[in-house]
Nanobody, 118 residues
């Protein structure tokens, strides 16, 4: 069982950029599909992007063309480059592994806060 630690969030103006990082807090037994999620106050947690062990990415329509997910399989580290940020991107961002049913692990980290505001 592995949990992840997210970092890189902060306060940024609309149109700005941030790069989020996700590192394991325990031993990684296998390489799997990884995803970034976000949750705004009063809203459901939503899937933002995924990346397979073969580096194939997928994105939610809301972030397509603006965000880039990547990973370093040797370090089991996942990144989310966020460009052209909008106020509606404001949320706590989490990373997690996905199983074969495209469902996340039950073990969530603390997340990292991203606030987009002028």
């Amino acid at each position: 069982q592995v949990q992840f630690v997210e970092s890189g969030g902060g306060l940024v103006q609309p149109g700005g950029s941030l790069r989020l990082s996700c590192v394991p807090s325990g031993n990684i037994l296998s390489i799997t599909v990884m995803g970034w999620y976000r949750q705004a106050p009063g809203k459901q947690r939503e899937l933002v992007a995924t990346i397979t062990s073969d580096y194939a990415p997928n994105y939610a329509d809301a972030v397509k063309g603006r965000f880039t997910i990547s990973r370093d399989n040797t370090k089991s580290t996942v990144y989310l480059q966020m460009n052209s940020l909008k106020p509606e991107d404001t949320a706590v961002y989490y990373c997690n592994s996905l199983n074969n049913k495209c469902l996340p692990s039950d073990y969530w980290g603390q997340g990292t806060q991203v606030t987009v505001s002028s």
